[in-house]
Nanobody, 129 residues
Framework: QVQLVESGGGSVQTGGSLRLSCGAS????????MSWFRQAPGKEREGVAA????????YYAASVKGRFTISQDNAKNTLFLQMNSLKPEDTAMYYC??????????????????????WGKGTQVTVSS
């Protein structure tokens, strides 16, 4: 059974940094695409960053490109999201998601939430001005 557990959220001031982690278990690591989504109060869930380990592809939402970096530690089956230059508008619950994917899967489709079958419970990020 696929399980995803997020950690690393917290409260920071504008311009600060956080690194989120997602511990994954129950599947063959290289066969699954992984992603981060977020949902702010009163807003729809949106894709933030995604990673395809089979093809080595990454994709970022325009709002975070250049500030956030998605990466994986294969040995520890852990997904990371390094978030720098944080802004108040980054405040949200952040979710890790996973799904089986083709090694050639890439582009904006990687941030469509219906593509993902497995989800964690989230970790809260709050950025104050």
């Amino acid at each position: 059974q696929v399980q995803l557990v997020e950690s690393g959220g917290g409260s920071v001031q504008t311009g600060g940094s956080l690194r989120l982690s997602c511990g994954a278990s129950g599947y063959t690591y290289s066969d699954y695409c992984m992603s981060w989504f977020r949902q702010a109060p009163g807003k729809e869930r949106e894709g933030v960053a995604a990673f395809n380990p089979g093809g080595g592809y990454t994709y970022y939402a325009a709002s975070v490109k250049g500030r956030f970096t998605i990466s994986q530690d294969n040995a520890k089956n852990t997904l990371f999201l390094q978030m720098n230059s944080l802004k108040p508008e980054d405040t949200a619950m952040y979710y890790c998601a996973a799904s089986v994917c083709s090694p050639v899967w890439q582009g904006s489709a990687m941030l469509q939430q219906y593509q993902y079958a497995y989800w964690g419970k989230g970790t809260q990020v709050t950025v104050s001005s």
